[in-house]
């Protein structure tokens, strides 16, 4: 099955910095990438999610990138505010049956 | 307005015990799971139902037993509960299978005593 790997476990930047994180995939049939934030108390909520005939994709301050070749996907928060302070996971799926997610990480924003 | 709701919140029990715990989605979706997050917050799938039929499996205790009575609610009965059943259980409903987002209700943190 596919195993996903996310990196780095916890990371702490200052308010206004960028953040990223980064995820590989072993399956190179894997075709859906989204990203989860999880805030304190409260259940996975998807922020962006990406599709493998996409290398890139942009929503305000937040990007994805995909690699395939390389199967790493990463995660791009710029102009960082408290608010974005959370866990968030990766995942990677391929067709209906399997999803896996990362190990997450927790993203602590100073202000 | 809850899009996916379980309950209880907040569930402590004696090890051996018999637990419940409901889930219900009013989105409209065909899909359903359960996963358990550990105090590490690792998130693991447990169960997937698609219209109330079991598609998914994992390697789970046959102490767990999901029931699916119509495809708009996913319930999750543990029996003689141990501590390691101790995690936060989350119930998510998705439009299809894992090809688009899954909706997460906001979790049922289990303490086994």
């Known amino acids: 099955g596919e195993n996903v790997e996310q990196h780095p476990s916890t990371l702490s930047v200052q308010e206004g910095d960028s953040a990223v994180i980064k995820c590989t995939y072993s399956d190179s049939a894997s075709n859906y990438f989204p990203w989860y934030k999880q805030e304190l108390g409260k259940g996975p909520q998807l922020i962006i999610d990406?599709?493998?005939?996409?290398g890139e994709k942009k929503d305000q301050r937040i990007a994805v990138t995909l690699n395939k070749t390389a199967k790493h996907f990463s995660l791009h928060i710029t102009e960082t505010q408290p608010e974005d302070s959370a866990v968030y996971f990766c995942?990677?799926?391929?067709?209906?049956?399997?999803?896996?997610f990362g190990a997450g990480t927790r993203l602590t924003v100073k202000p | 307005d809850t899009a996916v709701s379980q309950t209880p919140k907040y569930l402590v029990t004696q090890m051996g015990n018999d637990k419940s715990i409901k889930c219900e989605q009013n989105l409209g979706h065909d899909t359903m799971y359960w996963y358990k997050q550990d105090s590490k917050k690792f998130l693991k799938i447990m169960f997937s139902y698609n219209n109330k039929e079991l598609i998914i499996n994992e390697t789970v205790p046959n102490r767990f037993s999901p029931k699916s009575p119509d495809k708009a609610h996913l319930n999750l009965h543990i029996n003689s509960l141990e501590l390691g059943d101790s995690a936060v259980y989350f119930c998510?409903?998705?439009?299809?299978?894992?090809?688009?987002?899954?909706?997460f209700g906001e979790g049922s943190r289990l303490t086994v005593l």
């Open positions: 995942a990677a799926s391929i067709g209906d049956n399997d999803m896996r």
């Open positions: 990406i599709r493998s005939n996409v």
């Open positions: 998510a409903s998705s439009q299809g299978s894992y090809t688009g987002e899954l909706f």
